[in-house]
């Protein structure tokens, strides 16, 4: 009887026993299955806070492409050719005053140094309408939203380098702003060609000076410049 009782003792511990660590096997696996499920959510918090900064990052990043874009709306530039320097001092003071970068158009085989010569080769070039090679490209064309385009009256027209230069770049929704200097002819017929040769481009009132004229422009080369809506 004592035996039996110790069975029935023991058995009825062992069982209670049992439940109990089965119990705590389940609330393991159900704590287990918590931090499961607080990883995963943790997980996936992290990848949208990785995927929100990655958004961000590129948000930035095309911020930063864009910069260049609106800093490019302002861009000026002064092309010139000039060969004797009267060209090119009018458009350094263009420069001075606009703050537009300065490009020379010249041609990939220096014109002679003789001005005889080059009052004949000029001429032949004209006759031909040749389009002289050019010895150099403007970096960053797409920066520029606003062209000063200046060169000397060569036989009442531009030189032929000028066209080539206008020629080599895509005009559309550029202003163009022409400005000469002269003997005495002015722009002479070169306004009309200028137009044909950059197609696209909205052409502003130029200015032309003479040689004589030049020394003494600056008043009015300022002034031309602030009825154009330039202001330094
Ligand atoms: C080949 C050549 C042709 C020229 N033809 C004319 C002309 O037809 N009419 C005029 O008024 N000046 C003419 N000139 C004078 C230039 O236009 C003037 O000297 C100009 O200011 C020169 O500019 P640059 O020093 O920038 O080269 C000519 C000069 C050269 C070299």
Excluded: H
Excluded at 37 to 49: D, G, K, L, Q, R
Excluded at 200 to 218: F, K, M, N, Y
Aim: with cysteine.
């Amino acid at each position: 009887m004592k035996k039996l009782l110790t069975f029935i003792v023991s058995s009825a511990l062992a069982l209670s026993l049992a439940a109990c660590s089965s119990q705590s096997t389940v609330m393991e696996s159900a704590a287990a299955a918590e931090t499961t499920e607080e990883i995963s959510a943790e997980t996936e918090a992290v990848t949208e806070t990785a995927a929100e900064t990655e958004t961000s990052a590129d948000t930035n990043a095309s911020e930063e492409t864009a910069a260049p874009e609106e800093a490019s709306e302002e861009g000026v530039l002064a092309a010139y050719f000039s060969w004797s320097g009267n060209t090119e001092q009018m458009a350094q003071m263009i420069a001075e005053e606009t703050g537009a970068d300065l490009f020379e158009i010249a041609p990939a085989a220096p014109y002679t140094d003789d001005y005889d010569e080059l009052l004949d080769i000029a001429q032949q070039e004209q006759a031909e309408d040749a389009r002289p090679e050019l010895a150099a490209q403007v970096e960053n064309w797409d920066s520029y939203d606003t062209v000063f385009v200046g060169y000397p009256n060569w036989w009442s027209d531009a030189p032929m380098t000028v066209y080539t230069f206008l020629e080599s770049y895509d005009w559309t929704g550029k202003t163009l702003i022409p400005f000469n200097t002269s003997a005495s002819g002015g722009f002479g017929r070169s306004l009309s060609r200028i137009e044909e040769s950059a197609a696209g481009a909205e052409i502003l009132e130029g200015l032309d000076l003479t040689e004589s004229e030049l020394p003494d422009a600056q008043n009015r080369i300022t002034e031309w410049l602030t009825g154009l809506g330039f202001s330094r």
